[in-house]
């Protein structure tokens, strides 16, 4: 596809065997009155490959300041690594199905590309995120995507071990980073800024992570691992007074009233389900609650007490409670989650007391001011860290694998390098296409 404007109509798919290169520079504009989406099948390939000045650009073909989200369906990858349910109907309605035994499976290349106003509704809790990975294999090469104004999540991994770096989820409706059905690749520079706006009626959080809707013990775990990750809540976007409240947060001038409910913000972190995920070297802000070990269903906590899940180096501030025990529960009191009754209302949450444990060497802050974050690119909240920032001297990689740049700062940036720099927009609205 040579570099130029197009528009995608209905649900374009990349079949076993094809091939769609599309160059750097070129703009795709989704189909609003037929919904489409871009589908790449197992074996197919998308190379999308853009650079740093001429990005590629997938969005609404809505004229400026009248897209919303959910204008188009939005971009899906499916491969042939594993993931706990052996195959899998891919979720937002196409035909296509995921899964296999090559871990190694190549789908392509996604670098350098916007993504923006995608995610609609086709029936209740099956939208096309802003970008599916279903069983994406370690041979795909992810970098630098931004996801922007999605209406269901912002990226969605179901299984797979794709690796991926520098990653963007700006002003989603519900979870910014799923992850689900065994996915075990790594992820590491990821800077999630929400609007205050826009929660979904699931209850909106940073990662939402679950083995599978059930919680049974199945293999392989979602045990991914994500490092050096950014999360900036709806407290810190700048000019707002921040009410979790349905009665505050409508949508605003992005509600696209297309059936997608709107409902509350949860927490930077869910784990769930019998997930395994691993969480190091990140910052959270701004949000109503930090970190949600959750034992509904599954063994969760059992694995965060047995010390299966590495979560370390992690950095809260400026939440309205550091942890809680169960989905939709505000209180941080120790809880089970099973029978939704409160345990002891004088003692703190086992997510609260596991964050704090000694040997993890978590730290958190009453105030998001404590952490000398400034807006270095008019995100409109504060986000990378100034040269005072206590974030730049903590990060530790120990026994990690060699795959993972060893940084020395906790969050996806350092006082000085801004990998947002030229590619990403985050006015995407009012972007003259």
């Not at 599309?22 to 099948?41: C, M, R």
């Not at 969005?59 to 959910?70: C, H, V, W």
């Not at 296999?100 to 509704?121: M, T």
């Not at 009754?341 to 086992?350: L, R």
């Amino acid at each position: 596809m040579k570099k130029g404007t197009y528009l995608l109509k209905g649900w374009v798919y990349i079949a076993n065997g094809a091939e769609l290169t599309i160059e750097p520079g070129t703009i795709i504009k989704g189909d609003k009155q037929t919904k489409a989406s871009l589908i790449v099948e197992r074996g197919g390939k998308l190379i999308a490959q853009g650079s740093t000045t001429a990005p590629i650009v997938f969005t609404s073909e809505e004229s400026a300041g009248s897209r919303k989200p959910g204008d188009w369906g939005g971009i899906i990858i499916c491969g042939k690594a594993k993931n706990n349910q052996n195959e899998m109907q891919i979720e937002g309605g196409p035909r296509t199905k995921h899964g296999g035994n090559d871990d190694a499976d190549n789908s392509g290349v996604l670098s350098y590309v916007r993504i923006e106003f995608a995610g609609y509704p086709f029936q209740t809790d099956q939208e096309i995120n802003g970008l599916t990975l279903g069983s994406v294999g370690s041979g795909t090469k992810i970098d630098h995507v931004q996801v922007s104004y999605s209406n269901d999540d912002s990226y969605e991994w179901f299984g797979g071990t794709v690796n991926c770096r520098y990653l963007v989820a700006f002003h989603g409706w519900d979870d910014d980073f799923d992850t689900d059905n065994g996915f075990s690749g790594n992820v590491q520079y990821g800077l999630s800024v929400r609007n205050a706006k826009i929660a979904d009626k699931s209850q909106s959080n940073g990662f939402e992570s679950d083995n599978n809707a059930s919680g049974s013990d199945v293999s392989p775990y979602t045990n991914a691992t994500f490092s050096n990750i950014t999360f900036i809540g709806p407290k810190l976007q700048t000019g707002v007074n921040f009410v979790n409240s349905t009665d505050f947060i409508t949508g605003g001038q992005m509600n696209p009233n297309n059936g997608s409910a709107l409902g509350k913000f949860q927490s930077a972190m869910q784990v769930r389900r019998s997930s395994r995920q691993n969480i190091i070297n990140s910052v959270a802000a701004g949000w109503p609650i930090g970190l949600i070990i959750d034992g509904e269903k599954g063994d969760t906590p059992a694995q965060a007490k047995a010390g299966t899940i590495r979560f370390h180096n992690n950095v809260f501030a400026g939440m309205d409670i550091i942890g809680s025990d169960a989905n939709k529960v505000y209180e941080d009191v120790l809880y089970d989650a099973v029978n939704t009754t409160v345990i002891d209302a004088n003692q703190k949450s086992y997510s609260n007391t596991f964050f704090y444990l000694e040997a993890l060497k978590n730290k958190s802050y009453d105030d998001a001011s404590a952490l000398y974050l400034t807006d270095a690119y008019g995100v409109g909240s504060p986000f990378m860290p100034s040269a005072v920032s206590p974030l730049l001297n903590t990060a530790s990689f120990e026994g990690e694998a060699s795959w993972f740049d060893k940084v020395a700062y906790v969050g996806a940036f350092n006082a000085t390098d801004n990998w947002l720099t030229e590619w990403t927009c985050f006015d995407p609205q009012n972007e003259k296409y």
